[in-house]
């Protein structure tokens, strides 16, 4: 290598050690050398936002971000981490975005970042060997940025990361938890990693992120997650027409006083409410509490939910190492049912799940939680069965639960089991499903004491709906014991209507 290029990469390596002595260095140096596309969509030189210079001042070493859309966070972070992998030979930066196209854009801005650095940096140590959709190769250098998206089976597996960057991790598919779990892996343990998105609801993923961080006792040590929150005002654009004093609200006011607001950043907000009407506190978030309350399409009182997990008795009784979990014992005399939700079993199948539920009361007295097959699930249901003074088995009888209710008849000889329209098992279908999970949302809201089981209570809290009404567990999530319970309090209601009309007759 000559003497100049000895130099130029020197100067690179120089860069890189201030930034580690002076945090602030990093905005003085993205300012001197990357240009980005602005929001009239010219090319022209970084220039750090309130939200940018607030990230960098207060960062640690892993970072979770909640912000409003549009703060230039993702940008900031794309440029952070570009110059800490053309600053430190031997670095490999993985950004990873919900969707490949998200990731694509990101790594594009990151390309005109490259393209607007000096020439001698772009044709000397900075030279690109590997160019293509998803990985920028610095060969002098032996560094590396690669994108990737979170759909992707193996993404981050194999590779030993120095930099990471997870964007709009709320919105992540599949099991998003399990997702970020080998990516952390991924992470060399000096590494840096950045959390961020715009809120989805209260549960996944990000939400529990964004809770582990709150409950830290430090959030700030090197093993903690660094919570940054950042609401809408704090981006200089959000300004409208100005609005008058008088025609504050009580709400407007509190924010004018709490806040600072302007009459200009007002206007904006009403604005807001016109154009995005319910999804305003999703899409621009005020405060770190009600936007996650406020989004997502959790069929139940997320408020509710949370007060009962909270509140909720332990089990006096822990059976099968901790999968079936019991709160209250068969009282001679009382009725019962027994709900059974099938799944096919196996390490890595579904979950199956089985709710006992008193009759009279609607009270939660035994739940089972386990991964079974067919026979084993019979097995373990006609056992609970028995336990509970002979009650009436209800298998779900959609998928696997046809086998449950052969074993039940030949293995188990049990003989105690509902049946629909005089065909044994529950149908759920998609008349039936709406109308058992309302009636979980009623019971929940007018007495949540009947439900004991925090994990029930966490799948609630993760059962959402889509844009087109259909309801079922959110990405990465499982719904086993809410439609195990559904059922058993849809038979139940059914049960008590008839015994209504036998002691009217």
């Excluded at 924010?255 to 409410?273: D, K, M, N």
């Excluded at 086998?403 to 008349?431: D, F, H, K, P």
């Excluded at 014991?481 to 059922?487: F, G, R, S, Y």
């Amino acid at each position: 290598m000559g003497r100049k290029r000895v130099g130029e990469l020197e100067a690179l390596l120089e860069m890189g050690r201030r930034m580690d002595r002076r945090p602030t260095y990093s905005i003085e140096l993205a300012e001197k050398l990357l240009k980005v596309r602005g929001r009239d969509g010219r090319f022209q030189s970084l220039r750090a936002n309130a939200v940018q210079r607030d990230f960098e001042q207060r960062r640690g070493q892993r970072n979770i971000v909640l912000k409003a859309r549009q703060m230039g966070l993702t940008t900031w972070v794309a440029a952070r981490f570009f110059m800490r992998t053309i600053t430190r030979p031997g670095t490999l930066t993985l950004q990873v975005a919900h969707t490949r196209e998200a990731a694509e854009s990101i790594f594009a801005a990151v390309r005109r970042m490259w393209e607007g650095l000096p020439e001698d940096m772009r044709e000397g140590p900075l030279r690109v060997r590997r160019w293509n959709a998803g990985q920028m190769v610095f060969a002098q250098i032996d560094s590396e940025f690669r994108i990737c998206s979170a759909a992707e089976v193996n993404a981050g597996r194999g590779l030993s990361v120095q930099n990471l960057h997870c964007s709009e991790v709320s919105r992540w598919p599949g099991d998003a938890g399990m997702t970020l779990a080998g990516l952390r892996a991924a992470l060399s343990p000096g590494g840096e990693m950045v959390l961020e998105s715009t809120p989805n609801g209260a549960y996944g993923a990000f939400y529990e992120e964004w809770c582990a961080g709150l409950e830290a006792a430090n959030a700030a040590s090197q093993h903690g997650l660094v919570r940054h929150f950042f609401p809408w005002w704090m981006e200089s654009a959000y300004v409208a027409a100005p609005v008058s004093l008088e025609s504050l609200s009580d709400q407007e006011r509190e924010l004018v006083a709490r806040h600072g607001l302007s009459a200009e950043q007002i206007g904006f907000r009403r604005g807001l409410e016109r154009m995005y009407g319910g999804l305003r506190d999703q899409e621009f978030a005020e405060d770190a509490e009600s936007c996650f309350r406020a989004t997502g399409a959790c069929c139940f009182d997320v408020g509710v939910l949370e007060r009962r997990a909270r509140e909720a008795p332990e089990p006096i009784e822990l059976r099968r190492g901790g999968a079936l979990l019991v709160w209250l014992k068969h009282v001679a005399g009382r009725e019962y049912v027994v709900a059974v939700d099938s799944a096919g079993g196996g390490e890595d199948g579904d979950f199956a799940a089985v709710q006992v539920v008193e009759v009279a009361t609607g009270l939660q007295c035994a739940e089972l939680r386990d991964r079974l097959r067919p026979a084993e699930l019979a097995r373990a249901s006609a056992e609970l069965a028995r336990e509970y003074g002979a009650a009436l088995i209800v298998v779900e009888r959609n998928n696997h639960g046809s086998a449950v209710l052969a074993y039940l008849e030949t293995s188990e000889r049990y003989g105690r089991v509902y049946r629909q329209q005089g065909e044994a098992g529950w149908l759920t279908t998609a008349a039936s499903k709406p109308e058992i999970v309302a009636r979980m949302g009623v019971l929940i809201g007018e007495s949540a004491e009947r439900f004991m089981s925090r994990r029930l209570l966490a799948e609630c809290r993760t059962f959402v709906a889509d844009e087109r009404g259909r309801t079922a567990a959110a990405a990465g999530a499982h719904d086993d014991l809410v439609m195990a319970m559904a059922i058993a309090q849809a038979v139940r209601a059914e049960r008590l209507e008839r015994r209504g009309s036998l002691q009217a007759a």
